[in-house]
């Protein structure tokens, strides 16, 4: 029998229909591969540097967050051609930011659920 592999990860994540805008990583919208109130996984014809901060502009359903910012966490290059790089971006929060963030992703991908 299979061992289910436990998720490592500490926020719940959610199916995407978000799309992030974020010029140092990408000329063009960034689809994230997943998304919580933590940060976001993509997929980046470059690498990006770990560490470094960028700003980003997410834009789920209707609303428009603009001047978030995130660290990129991790880099993976991934395997197959073409050649692409896998990383996780962390959100970088103040103080009650992230609970607020979550509650109005929940609001806002119930909506769009809601609409499909």
């Known amino acids: ?20 805008i974020a010029p140092e990583l990408s000329e063009g919208p960034i689809e994230p591969v997943d998304f919580s109130s933590g940060g976001f996984g993509l997929k980046l014809s470059r690498c990006p540097l770990l560490g470094t901060t960028v ?28 050649r692409t790089w896998a990383a996780g971006l962390a959100i970088q929060f103040e103080e009650g930011e992230r609970d607020e963030l979550l509650i109005a992703l929940s609001g806002l991908l119930a909506e769009i659920a809601a609409g499909s």
């Open 55 to 82: 700003s980003c502009t997410l834009h789920i359903g209707g609303v428009t967050l603009s001047g978030i910012s995130a660290r990129v966490a991790w880099t993976r290059e991934e395997a197959s051609p073409p």
């Open 1 to 20: 029998m299979e061992e289910k592999r436990q998720d490592p990860r500490h926020h719940k994540r959610t199916a995407s229909s978000v799309f992030i």
